[in-house]
């Protein structure tokens, strides 16, 4: 199964954000969409997570 993480930035933060926890595909397009609707979070990206990070 591919694992995939999500990559944002977000106002008042140096760099790109990462998230902690991988996901599966469905669920790491869920879980953009409710980063997508945070407040001061832009460029939500859906990458695929390298095993063992």
Do not use: I, N
Request: a negative charge; charged letters at 30%; aromatic letters at 8%.
């Amino acid at each position: 199964m591919e694992s995939y993480r999500l990559e944002w930035t977000q106002a008042g933060r140096d760099g790109r954000q990462v998230s902690a926890v991988s996901y599966g595909a469905s669920a790491a397009e869920d879980y953009k969409a409710r980063k997508v609707a945070e407040a001061d979070v832009s460029d939500v990206q859906v990458v695929p997570a390298k095993p063992g990070l």
